[in-house]
Every structure is written in structure tokens, then in C-alpha cells.
């Protein structure tokens, strides 16, 4: 069983649509949870971190953690063309030794 | 905003040689990661180091594969004979201490090609 297993998608989505992205993990020792967006051929950027159940929202982001079912998604209100890009999630133990990748979303944001 | 840094954008190197690929860390980050993604595949991880130590390794990080610090600020990779299967972009992480999971950061990565 993979650690951590991502909504392959692609999603294709009008421009202002709510868009939302998940993943879900195997092991409950998973405390810290991260979304990054990767552009073609750059490297994974952080856009939001979060350790603990519940919501985190940081301006059209929202990140959401359900430890109990496992569960961590990330919402995009208002979708500009811009958001285009593959969506990672990411998970790490207390120790934080190594970080689990899920395969990526792709997100096109169509005009 | 600080980032990391990674040289050579892109490396094309014949199947055998060895390669070096270096990463200079954001200035006070501890930790150290190196990543692999093959295209279209998803971010692998490699190995992680912290304290002049490796702390985790995967199994993909044979004994072709070895890290260093060498003079303190640069992180680097070393493939000793490299194969065909090796090429991939490799992307260089860091984060500072404090809590285990603080977030990593990424460079843009190095475009490893081998012929």
C-alpha cells in the first residue's frame, strides 16, 4: 500500500470555479501535511502547511486535514487561469526524515 | 525571498561517468533533501541529511549514490557510474529547524540526460 494516494485527475475547470484536490494516506503516524504546486519543469513550491485537523485558509487557499478518516484536501476558490499547474501533496512523520509525495494533480484553468 | 539554489540547470553526460550535482541551501536551513522525478512520474525521495550525517535513505539511493557537504554551504550528489535509467530531474530540498515537519523547500531542480 502506497503512503500517500492522489486524485490523478487531470481536472479541467472554467475560470472561477471552486476546484478541489485531495489525498489520502495510509499511516496515522502522518502528522504534518503540505500542498505544493509545481509549474512544468520548476520545481515543487510550497503553498500551504498545516499539522493539525481542521482548516487553514491563506487568500483564495484552503487546506483541510481529517486525521481521523485520513483524509487532506486542498480548495481553490475563484480559479484563475493561472493556477494552472500539477498539485502535490505531501506527508511526513514527527521525525520529518523523509516526505511522501502523492502523483500530482494536474489543474488546467481554462479563460 | 531566500531560495535554494541548484547548479547545473541541465547536465548531459555519457552512461558510465560520473556525475556531481550541488545545491547551495537557504543560509540557515539544517536539513537536506535530495529528490528524483522521473518525467511524468511522481517527486521520489532519495535521501535526507542532517549534521554531516544521512538520516534516511530510500531504496532507489544504491551505492552508485552518495552525499556530501564539502565546504559547508554546498549540498551535493554524487552518481558514480551513471545508467540510462538515472535520467530525471533531481531537485535539491531544505528546511530550518524547529518542528520535524516544517515545510521543505525546492530548487528548480537539474535536468539530468544520460546518453
Known amino acids: 500500500q502506497k503512503e500517500v494516494e492522489q486524485d490523478p485527475g487531470p481536472l479541467s475547470v472554467p475560470e472561477g470555479a471552486i476546484v478541489s484536490l485531495n489525498c489520502t494516506y495510509s499511516?496515522?503516524?502522518?502528522?504534518?501535511f503540505m500542498w505544493y504546486r509545481q509549474y512544468s519543469r520548476k520545481g515543487p513550491e510550497l503553498l500551504m502547511y498545516t499539522y493539525s485537523s481542521g482548516n487553514k485558509e491563506d487568500g483564495r487557499f484552503t487546506a483541510q486535514v481529517d486525521k481521523s478518516s485520513k483524509y487532506i484536501s486542498l480548495f481553490i476558490r475563484d480559479s484563475q487561469p493561472s493556477d494552472s499547474a500539477t498539485y502535490l501533496c505531501a506527508i511526513t512523520t514527527h521525525t520529518g526524515n523523509q516526505f511522501y509525495f502523492g502523483t500530482g494533480t494536474s489543474l488546467t484553468v481554462i479563460p | 525571498e531566500p531560495e535554494v539554489t541548484q547548479t547545473p540547470s541541465h547536465q548531459v553526460t555519457q552512461m558510465g561517468q560520473e556525475v556531481i550535482l550541488r545545491c547551495v541551501p537557504i543560509?540557515?536551513?539544517?536539513?537536506f533533501y535530495w529528490y528524483r522525478q522521473i518525467l511524468g512520474q511522481k517527486v521520489e525521495f532519495l535521501v535526507s541529511f542532517y549534521n554531516n550525517e544521512i538520516s534516511e535513505k530510500s531504496e532507489i539511493f544504491d551505492d552508485q549514490f552518495s552525499v556530501e557537504r564539502p565546504d559547508g554551504s554546498n549540498f551535493t550528489l554524487k552518481i558514480r557510474s551513471t545508467k540510462l535509467e538515472d535520467s530525471a530531474m533531481y531537485f535539491c530540498?531544505?528546511?530550518?529547524?524547529?518542528?520535524?515537519?516544517?515545510?521543505?523547500?525546492f530548487g528548480d531542480g537539474t535536468r539530468l540526460s544520460i546518453l
Open positions: 499511516n496515522s503516524a502522518f502528522q504534518y
Open positions: 543560509s540557515n536551513h539544517l536539513y
Open positions: 530540498a531544505t528546511r530550518g529547524e524547529g518542528a520535524s515537519g516544517q515545510p521543505q523547500h
